[in-house]
């Protein structure tokens, strides 16, 4: 090696060190600047610059430089914050600011319960509207007064909420694919896209009849706490007759057209300030970071594990992995402080063996501790099976519950290959069958009888686990199983699910259920898995594992890697996941 070079190379790493001291300085420069909570302020819930997720996440350090990522607030310490301002004398009154806010569907809910809590304490929820939606004007509506903007300028789009289904039968043929889907469940529809070229008539029958019933829970909610009828409101919508500022106001959703001028004034005035700028705001985010903090000296402690995201194998610390998750939920079980756990379920599910492998630890930890489950805005196929076994259940509304059914998607790329890409293959086998997962030729009617067999088995068992689980008929299970997906409240009328209820109710469900005591405030909330740090997200975007595309190497590689990208991660393998997800604006 030349000097050169090794000057070169010693050069490299000076400047990587001086970069890396540069990003340790600027996290203990974020690190160190703390909020301060001001004697008198409005707590602001502006969802331009916040969103909610199920855990409060680390603005990762590249995102808080640039000012480009909003921060996420984790829907129990928002409900929680909440909860602290309805009896902190410092805070007025909330303001919120509900544009801009997406689903999960279930946070939603989960946060409007909160702030219907937080009025019952006397305080006032403030709301105001520029660009009115369907979540948006659903969290608002709980609003002691809803003003908004005079100005036609915004979109509206409070217009009813809808789902769309892709089919990707066409395309895939033009491009040489033959997708082979193994299944059983009439409604199970995972892999429709793949095979059919429109929804089947039962996949068509379930998404009706899921969003009208998300929909009757939202419109009926918005009705009672506007003072009309949920027909009045539906047919303002159905009728355009939400158009402009004004018609919300006739239609009574909106109290009063304000500028952003005469906005300030009025809040100015809720707050007995002197001028706006003495009206000392607090985001939620801020608010938490205060408020919500762990109770090391209380003398019990409550666990909450967060079991959000696809149903993957191996050990991935950002997916509900079957290796990593089993670790934890045995560590909760072995903590002899822990005296009840709260299961989190946030799920479409996914692997099956890994779901298994989560269900199993469920099991054991239920024999030790109540364990109450609290579905999120899914629990569905894989999401369902793990948490069959919990002492009792709470969901939303909307949660997406059940798709208990089994299936397996074989893509067969031969004819892409051969027609398109013109890449010849000779498979060399030692077995009559060993290429038959090589996606490289269709599956013989013996393969298929296999896989299919295989499926069979496992929907077999999974029937066998909801209905020991919760204490049902088998034959009763596979009437309401099939694949097919449901509402959160048509999961309570099927006894899917014990109780509709936030992850609130869950806690002080499972305190009282531990016999240690029934009050909350007098235990220790501990969550699992932890949030990744600054440093662990900073390490992962620095070696280049932070995110990954699709399209990477070969067309061969680019359309198995696509397959994998929604979830089926590996061809063969057998799935309960939901078919899709859904996101309400």
Known sequence: ???????????????????????????????GNEPVMPSSAVLRIDFSTMQLGEQTQETDIISSISGTQMQTVGILDAIRAVGAAAYDPAVKYIYLKPD????????????????????????AVIAYMENPSNAGYYLASVSDKIYMTPHAGGMNMLTGISSQMFFLKDILARLGVNVQLIRHGKYKSAGEMFVRDEASPENLTQNKELIASIWQSWSEDIAESRGISAEEFNAAIDGLGLNFPQDYVDAGLVDELLTLDELKTRLTEYSNAASFEKAAMVSLADYASMKVTPDYRADNTVAVI???????????????????????????????????????VNSPGGSVLASEKIRDEIRLLSEEKPVIASFGDYAASGGYWISADCDYIFANSST??????????????????????HINITSVNSNTHSDMWSCLRPLSEKETEYMQASVENIYDTFTSVVAEGRSL??????????????????????????????????LRYA?????????????????????????????????????????????FENAENAFKNIGFTEKGKMYARLPYELVIR
């Open 1 to 31: 090696m030349t000097l050169a070079v090794i000057a070169g190379c010693l050069l490299l790493g000076i400047v990587r060190i001086f970069i890396l001291f540069g990003f340790l300085g600027t996290l203990t420069l974020f690190g």
């Open 100 to 123: 801009m806010v997406t689903g999960g569907m279930a946070e939603i809910e989960e946060l409007r319960q909160a702030l219907a809590d937080f009025r019952r304490s006397g305080k």
């Open 306 to 344: 967060y079991a959000d995201g696809n149903i993957l194998d191996g050990n991935d610390i950002q997916q509900v992995t079957g290796d990593r998750f089993a670790g934890i939920i045995s560590k909760v079980r072995k903590d002899e402080n822990i005296k009840a756990v709260v299961f989190r």
């Open 400 to 421: 997406l519950t059940g798709s208990i059914g089994v299936f397996s998607l074989i893509p067969d790329f031969s004819k892409t290959l051969d027609n398109i890409a």
């Open 473 to 506: 008929e088998k034959e009763y299970v596979d009437e309401i199983a099939q694949g097919r997906v449901w509402s959160g409240n048509d999961a309570v009328r099927l006894k899917l699910a014990d109780s509709n209820g936030t992850i609130m109710d869950a």
């Open 511 to 555: 305190v009282t259920a531990s016999g240690e005591g029934q009050d909350l405030s007098e235990w220790n909330i501990a969550e699992y898995p932890k949030p990744l740090g600054k440093m662990e997200i900073l390490a992962r975007t620095l070696s280049g594992n932070s995110s990954a595309s699709i399209f990477k190497g070969t067309p």
